[in-house]
T-cell receptor, first 114, second 112 residues
Framework: KAGVTQTPRYLIKTRGQQVTLSCSPI?????VSWYQQTPGQGLQFLFE???????NKGNFPGRFSGRQFSNSRSEMNVSTLELGDSALYLC?????????????FGPGTRLTVL | DAKTTQPPSMDCAEGRAANLPCNHS???????VYWYRQIHSQGPQYIIH???NNETNEMASLIITEDRKSSTLILPHATLRDTAVYYC?????????????FGTGTRLTVIP
C-alpha cells in the first residue's frame, strides 16, 4: 500500500505571496491532519479534516486554511506569507478520527520564505 | 490531553536495549500512551501505543506502570538507524479529533 505523499517536497516563496500544499492520504484513510514543524516551536497541529469537514483546528492565524476533497486528498493554503512561515509542513492520515488509532505521516513539504 | 515529561537526550550502545522513559503523572483513565519517532528531517513514524497493559510489536515494547503515571519504551536491540527523536504522547480515546501534542521528545543517539 502506498504511503502518504506530499507535493511539492520543497518550495521557495517570497513574503506576501501565497502557497498551496497538497497531501494524498493512504488509500482508504479519511482523516488528514496538518502540522507545522519549526526549530523554535517544534511540531504543532494546524488542523484536521475528516470526510471533507474540518474537525479540529490549532492555534494558527486565519492565513492558514485547508480543505479536503471527496477522494480524501487535502490541500492547505497559506496566504500573505511571512518569514516565520518557513517550516516543514507535514500531513498525516488515518483511517478514522479519534484517540485510538495510528497516524501515518508523509515526508513533508519544506517551505522557505525569503 | 495530559502533558508528558521526557529526558531531552539519551545515548545507547549499538546492540543494547534502549529504554526511554516518559512521565505522565496526570494521565486520565481513558487516555492512551503513544510513541512516535522522527528521524532527521523525515515525517514522524508511529511506533506503538497502549492503554493499561504492556504492548509489544515488531519495533518495540511498551511498559506502562500499574498506576499508569509513567511508561517506558524499549527498543530491544538498538541499531544506528534507531537514532532519532522519540516522542511520548498521551491521547484521549474517542475525542473525535486527531491532533497530537508532540512536546520536545528525547533525542536518542545510538553509538557504534
Amino acid at each position: 500500500k502506498a504511503g502518504v505523499t506530499q507535493t511539492p517536497r520543497y518550495l521557495i516563496k517570497t513574503r506576501g505571496q501565497q502557497v498551496t500544499l497538497s497531501c494524498s492520504p493512504i488509500s482508504g484513510h479519511r482523516s488528514v491532519s496538518w502540522y507545522q514543524q519549526t526549530p523554535g516551536q517544534g511540531l504543532q497541529f494546524l488542523f484536521e479534516y475528516f470526510s471533507e469537514t474540518q474537525r479540529n483546528k490549532g492555534n494558527f492565524p486565519g492565513r492558514f486554511s485547508g480543505r479536503q476533497f471527496s477522494n480524501s486528498r487535502s490541500e492547505m493554503n497559506v496566504s500573505t506569507l511571512e518569514l516565520g512561515d518557513s517550516a516543514l509542513y507535514l500531513c498525516a492520515s488515518s483511517y478514522r478520527t479519534g484517540g485510538d488509532n495510528e497516524q501515518f505521516f508523509g515526508p513533508g513539504t519544506r517551505l522557505t520564505v525569503l | 490531553d495530559a502533558k508528558t515529561t521526557q529526558p531531552p537526550s539519551m545515548d545507547c550502545a549499538e546492540g543494547r536495549a534502549a529504554n526511554l522513559p516518559c512521565n505522565h503523572s496526570t494521565i486520565s483513565g481513558n487516555e492512551y500512551v503513544y510513541w512516535y519517532r522522527q528521524i532527521h528531517s523525515q515525517g514522524p513514524q508511529y511506533i506503538i501505543h497502549g492503554l493499561k497493559n504492556n504492548e509489544t510489536n515488531e519495533m518495540a515494547s511498551l511498559i506502562i506502570t500499574e498506576d499508569r503515571k509513567s511508561s517506558t519504551l524499549i527498543l530491544p536491540h538498538a541499531t544506528l538507524r534507531d537514532t532519532a527523536v522519540y516522542y511520548c504522547i498521551v491521547r484521549v480515546a474517542g475525542t473525535g479529533a486527531n491532533n497530537l501534542f508532540f512536546g520536545t521528545g528525547t533525542r536518542l543517539t545510538v553509538i557504534p
